[in-house]
Structure formats: C-alpha cells, structure tokens
C-alpha cells in the first residue's frame, strides 16, 4: 500500500551550520562581553557568545592572519597578516578602513594597543618594536634593541606615562620612553620565553610569568626583582586581581597585596599573592583535557572581561571555557574546533542535546538552543560510536578505541551528566554499539575483535553499580565489524562488517539467523525498517540494499551514491530512507519508487555522523570537515509556496487572457514576458506589427522600460524565433529595437547576450540568403511580363 503523498518528505535546508570558528591562536573578547573574535586559519572570526554562532568573519583572500588585538574603543582591530601587511579593520561591519606595510623585515608576532586606541606597537621575528599612529597613519617610533622574536608587547595602562614594555627571545624585557625613544630600563630574570606581563597603574610594580616556571615580582621604579616565585609549571598566561579588592572564594583576603591568576601546563587555574610568594587557591575541577604530549601548554591563554566579570579559559585542543571570576563557577563552554566528526547521537529528555564524537577522547554535548558545549571525561582514546534509545533519551551508551562501553546518565536539575557503567571486554576497538529500543534491558557492541557482545543494562542502572555484565559473546565475523543494531521491538540485532556481509541474530541467546550476502565491499551500516520487516545496509560499493528479514532475499537495491554509503536512517515512518556517504553528500529516497527525491550538498568531507530526530523534523549531519549541520524538514514549506506559486500563476494567466481579449497588448506583452509564455509572446508581437507603425513605436518604448530579465527572456525567444522563417521578423523586430536603443555594454550585461550571438549570426546569413534569391526572382518578372506582352503582340498583328 503506498503512502499519503502528505507523509513523504521532499527537502531538507540547512537550518544551522557550525562550522569551526577556532583553530589556535588568538582569542579576544569585546568590551561588552557579547562578541568572541578568534583566529581560525586565514582569518578572524566574530562569535555571538549568546548562541556560539559565527556571525561575521574577517578575511582577505590568500593572506593568512598571524596575530590581531582590539583597541579600548571597542571597534578599532588591527591584525597582521603572513604578508608583512597590516591591516586596519572596523570588526563590527567588517570592513577594511586601512592597509600598509609593517616595514619589518619580518612577519609581526606580537601587537598592543595604547589606552587611547591611537598608538599601536607590533614586534616582529626580526627583534625590532615599531609604535604606529594609526590616526595620522605614519610610524612615530622604529625601537631596537630586542633579540629575536618578540613574546610580550605592551604599553604601560597609565595614559600619562609613555612607556612601552616589549620582551623577546633573549629572555629581558625591556622598557622604552616614548618621549625619547630611549631605552631607560631592562627587566632581568628570566631564563625561558616570557608569556605574560601585567603592570599595577598604582603601585609601580609588576608581574611577570615565563616558561621558565616562575613568577618575578618587579619594581619598575627601581627595574629590580622585589620577588622570585616558583610555579612549578610552564606559565602560559597571567591576568591580575584589581588591587585592593577581595575575592572570599579564591582566598584573596589581603587587600594589601596585589594577587594574580595564573595558567599553564598543569591545565588548573592557581591565584597567587606576588608580595609574599605564597599560592591561596588552586582550582580542582578544572574541565582541562590533559595534552597527550608531556610538557606541552595545556591553557595557552587567559582573558578577563570586566564588564560581565568573566574569565575565558583557552586550551590547547581549542576549547574556550567561561568562568565567573569571582568563584570560578562554569559560566559556559565552546568548542571551537571539532576536528572529524565520527557519530552523533540526539540526547536528554525532548532531544534538547546533541551528543558528538570526534577525534577526542572526550564526547561533547551541545546545547542544541545556546550551543553551550559540555565534555564527558573518561574514555582514555578516541570515542568512536555512540547510541541513545526512544524508551528513554537521559541514557547515552558511548565506546572507544580502549576496548570500552560507557553508559552516561542526564539529569536537567541540576544539569549534570555521569557515567553510571562501564564494560571492558572487548580485546579491540569498538566501533559500533546499539541500546534495546522498547525499555533499557541491554546493549549490543561491535569489536575490530570479530565479536559481537549483548550486555547487560538495568533501567535503575547507577554509579554503584558500574560494571556492565557481559550476557551473550559470539565471534560474528571474519573481519571488524563496522554496525550494530537493534530491532523495534528488541527481537533481532543485525551486524556489518568488512567481511561484505550482513548477519542477524537472535537477542535472547545471539544465535545466527541469516546470513545476507550481495554487496562487493565492506558495509559500515545496518539499520531496520520501523515499519516493515526488512532491513537496510549501506556499502563501500556504494550501493544500498534492502533486504527481507522472512527469507533473507534482496528486495531492492538503491543505486545513486557515487562513493561508500557511511550512515543509513528510515524516515517517513519506514517509507523513505536517508543516506550518508564519503562524497559528503546526503540522499533522500522513496523506498517505494526506489528515487532519490532530493540530493543534499554542504559538507566538504566525508559524512561520518548522522541522526534524525525522533520526529524526523531535524536531521544532523557531521563530516570530516569539522562542520556539524543541522538540516530542517521544508517539506510543508515547500508545498505551500508550490501551492501559492499555482494559484498566483493561475490568476496571472486569466489576467494575461483579459488584457489580451481587451486589446491591452503593450500590457499584455509584458505580463506573458514575465511569465515565461514565448508562444503568446510571438502571437501578441504580431498583432502589434499588424496595427502599424504606432502600435510599434509604443512597442519600442515599453521594450527600453523592461527589466534586464525581460529583457534577456525576450532575448533568448528572439534567438529560438529567429530560427524559423515564418517567424523571424518578430524576431529580428525584437533584435533590432534590443541594438538601437542599449549599448554595446549593456546589451553583454544579459546573460543570454554571448549564447545568442553565435545562432542569431548563422540564421541572418541564411535569411539575407533567402531574401537576395528574393530579389533576384523578382527582378526577373517585369522582363518575363515585358517579354509576355511583346509576344501576344506579335500574335495580334499576325493574326491581323
């Protein structure tokens, strides 16, 4: 029985694509606190911090941006590119104000700007610190002296102190006198980079980090060391504690000390008072993933906003997470650089969450409403696969390339997710696991092991109870199996593998059923109709197959990817089928008709990841390309304006029929233009020629009036009449007007101009062809008649 035309799905349009908006470098923050500006690759891109969303982004083609800094004004940017150019930009609009060159030998590195937004410095590799007044656009200071590349520019925050600080590779950070260029002190003390520098504007003191795992406590009046502090810890980063204020939850009681927050390999946040060396709090719930490389920076960098009071926390995997300062409380988490996205799973009560494996140990969860980013910590290697079920979307079944399963628990008050199982049998990665569908009684994994397990999963299943039981184990094929899944009402499991086939077991005890062989490489993915008993497998060949779980036949195959189908859904309640595959394509098909109704292009990689709601109006797509796309269902949408479109286009065609039963033809004309009619063109064309020259000089006018779409469409009917005699002076009317009333620029500004060209010459020379013949017929018969004549004359005068 086929299904309501109503019920089948026709579109699915990109609702919202996230895309990755950091990949290492620099991050800042507008004064608002509402705007995240952060390099990613050849540009800066401008994040609503609200939704996570990329709103604006900063780009000159082929010139990748190395560092950028945003002036006290709140819209001044300055950024410098590989190019040796810098550039002035309003990153509110996103326009380029201004472009020159650095006149540094080298790339710059390192940008400051003045209080004022006036003055900006930028140090290069080349050891040399230029200070720019980007109001009168010259340099009004060429410093030397520094060694190498520069870590560290920064002018004094005093506006009435002309002092700029700039520290390089030789470990000193040097001070000059902006009002004699001089330079009139040296910090010494480092034996590693310098990575911060934070000046009190009261006390003439300062304090500075370095990866030489200390903090030195300066006096800038005297420029020696007032303190050495060790951290032990690569610093990468330190912002100060206003002077004089107390802060009771990170032990800041001394109102008499300057105190700072310091950041670096160990991926905690730790306050320190500098006057007596002493650390007063050490954060221990820091959500830092470790580096696998020891010693690397964990934390690369800390910003402060004051107006929210926030304190953004960017690590080295290309996260940014949000703290209140005042507690450390999380405040939010982006994730700003996803990498290959391998599965997607929709999660929490009411599908609120999305959560995504990547090439992370971690899995993040999103806020689908704010895209705020929660990691689950505990796998120990890459998260491959993960599984929620309908019975109940709190539970999510994750697993990994440490031979294990996790199942993870949300609870929304408070919002917290927790890993409430484990199992470790497996002997090899697991890459694929599936949750029963109608209560939560087991799970069934995949191993690179041959294996297919069934576990055992209570529906009161808590942390006291976290190791999962293995109920069934079979070794289900020759090579890794790819997919698992579970059946609607939890009686059969199918699996495939690299082997080329598909087998499907029976839930209670695993024993085999069927085996399904057909397709001529290995399957990456297994799923059943919720509607019919067959079941669908995508494969490397590119095919999908359907096949009949009565007697395990093939029923149809689907034929259409060019590339391996990587992720199969049934929607439409069993009566279409989506499709993933490594083109980055995704198809939608009618099982029915076996057509693909709609073809959807906006990945650029291979489609690892796909998931569909339970109410099939969202479906989610993740790629190899980092972007994670969220696809809505436009079908109703899409009837309407179809619907719309008719009607309108019904009303215009009994307008067209009035205008023309009433002689309107000038009006008529162009409403048949308009509605792409060019047989009813050409009969109103001729009817204008037949009522005289004044029907067609007011033919003239209202031709020069048309739009340049007319215009083209009237064109490209030209081009077609032109091919038929019987038509081509309507045609060569219509060329005609086009060239004495438009210029040669104009008349190429149509689309169709150049096309056209190549027909409308052939055709002429056939048409001046046939009119010469013409006129050499014609001008043979007054000869013939003058001839005609002669002769009955003759005739007569015989006759006579």
Not at 140 to 150: A, D, E, I, P
Not at 218 to 232: E, G
Request: aromatic share 6%; with cysteine.
């Amino acid at each position: 029985m086929a299904p309501p035309p109503e019920r089948l799905k026709a579109n699915y349009n990109v609702s919202v694509k996230l895309e990755p908006f950091f990949t290492g470098g620099k991050v800042q923050v507008s004064k608002d606190g509402e705007f995240l500006l952060c390099q990613c690759g050849d540009r800066i891109q401008v994040i609503d911090t609200k939704y996570g969303k990329t709103i604006r982004s900063l780009i000159q083609e082929e010139d990748e941006v190395i560092t950028f800094v945003i002036g006290s004004d709140d819209e001044t940017l300055i950024s410098s590119h590989k190019s040796s150019l810098l550039r002035h930009w309003n990153w509110k609009d996103g326009s380029v104000v201004r472009t020159w060159k650095s006149l540094h030998l080298t790339p710059v590195v390192e940008l400051a700007f003045d209080t004022t937004t006036t003055l900006v410095a930028s140090g290069g590799t080349d050891g040399s610190l230029k200070v720019w007044d980007i109001r009168r656009q010259y340099c009004t200071h060429n410093l030397k002296g520094g060694s190498g590349v520069y870590s560290i520019v920064k002018f004094h925050p005093d506006p009435k102190v002309s002092i700029i600080f700039g520290a390089s590779m030789d470990c000193k950070i040097r001070c000059w006198d902006l009002n004699t260029s001089k330079l009139i002190g040296m910090l010494e003390g480092h034996f590693s980079v310098v990575t911060g520098l934070t000046i009190s504007n009261t006390l003439k003191q300062a304090v500075s980090s370095g990866r030489d795992k200390v903090l030195i406590f300066w006096d800038l009046s005297t420029f020696s060391q007032l303190r050495i502090i060790p951290t032990y810890e690569c610093t990468e980063s330190l912002i100060p504690i206003e002077f004089g204020k107390l802060v009771p939850h990170l032990n800041v009681t001394d109102v008499k000390s300057p105190h700072v927050i310091t950041a670096g390999e160990k991926g905690c946040l730790r306050v320190w008072n500098v006057k007596s060396g002493i650390e007063v709090f050490t954060q221990t719930d820091s959500l830092v993933t470790q580096p696998i490389v020891e010693g690397a920076p964990t934390i690369t960098q800390l910003e402060y906003n004051e107006t929210n009071d926030h304190l953004y926390v960017i690590t080295f995997d290309h996260n940014i997470i949000v703290h209140q300062r005042k507690d450390l409380a999380l405040v939010k988490q982006y994730a700003g650089y996803n990498d290959d996205i391998l599965d997607i799973a929709w999660f929490g009560e009411g599908e609120t969450h999305l959560a995504v494996a990547t090439n992370s140990i971690h899995v993040k969860v999103y806020d689908i409403e704010t895209m705020n980013c929660t990691l689950l910590k505990g796998h120990t290697d890459l998260v491959l696969a993960l599984a929620t079920s309908k019975s109940d979307f709190s539970i999510l079944v994750t697993s990994s390339k440490d031979n294990s399963v996790r199942v993870w628990k949300m609870s929304q008050s408070p919002f917290e997710i927790t890993c409430i199982a484990q199992g470790n049998a497996h002997t090899g990665s697991v890459g694929s696991v599936a949750l029963s569908r109608t209560k939560l009684s087991f799970l069934v994994s995949g191993s690179q092991d041959t294996c297919l397990k069934m576990w055992k999963l209570s529906p009161t299943q808590n942390e006291d109870d976290d190791n999962l039981s293995v109920l069934h184990t079979v070794v289900a094929h020759d090579k890794d199996i790819n997919a698992v899944c579970i059946s609607p009402n939890d009686n059969l499991i199918a699996s495939g593998s690299q082997d080329k086939v598909a087998k499907i077991w029976n839930s209670s005890d695993l024993k085999l059923l069927g085996v399904l062989r057909g397709h001529r490489r290995g399957l990456w993915a297994v799923q059943f109709s919720p509607a019919d008993q067959i079941l669908a497998s995508g494969s490397t060949d590119g095919n999908i197959m359907l096949w009949s779980l009565i007697d395990y036949s093939c029923l149809k195959t689907l034929e259409g990817h060019e590339s391996s189908v990587l992720r199969i859904h049934f929607v439409s309640k069993g009566y279409q089928l989506v499709s993933a595959a490594s083109d980055g394509l995704i198809k939608l098909w009618t099982i029915k008709t076996s057509e693909c109704v709609a073809t959807m292009d906006a990945h650029q990689s291979k489609v690892w990841a796909l998931a569909v709601k339970s109410d099939d109006s969202l479906l989610v797509s993740g790629a190899g390309d980092s972007t994670l796309i969220l696809w809505k269902d436009v079908t109703k949408e899409e009837r309407e304006a179809a619907v719309q479109e008719k009607e309108k286009r019904i009303l215009e065609e009994q307008q067209l029929a009035n205008l023309m039963q009433k002689g309107l033809l000038l009006e008529a004309l162009g409403l048949a233009i308009h509605l792409d009619q060019p047989f009813r063109t050409l009969n109103i064309l001729k009817d204008l020629m037949d009522q005289g020259e004044v029907a067609l000089a007011d033919l003239e006018k209202m031709v020069v009036k048309l739009s340049t779409n007319q215009k083209d469409s009237l064109l490209r009917y030209s081009t077609t009449w032109n091919t038929n005699s019987r038509h081509c002076h309507q045609a060569q009317m219509v060329i005609n007007i086009l060239l004495a009333n438009h210029t040669a620029d104009e008349l190429f500004s149509l689309p169709s101009m150049r096309g056209a060209i190549a027909g409308l010459l052939m055709y002429n020379e056939r048409h001046m062809q046939r009119i010469n013949r013409l006129r050499q017929n014609t001008a043979i018969l007054p000869y013939t008649a003058a001839k005609i004549q002669a002769t009955r004359g003759e005739e007569v005068m015989e006759t006579n």
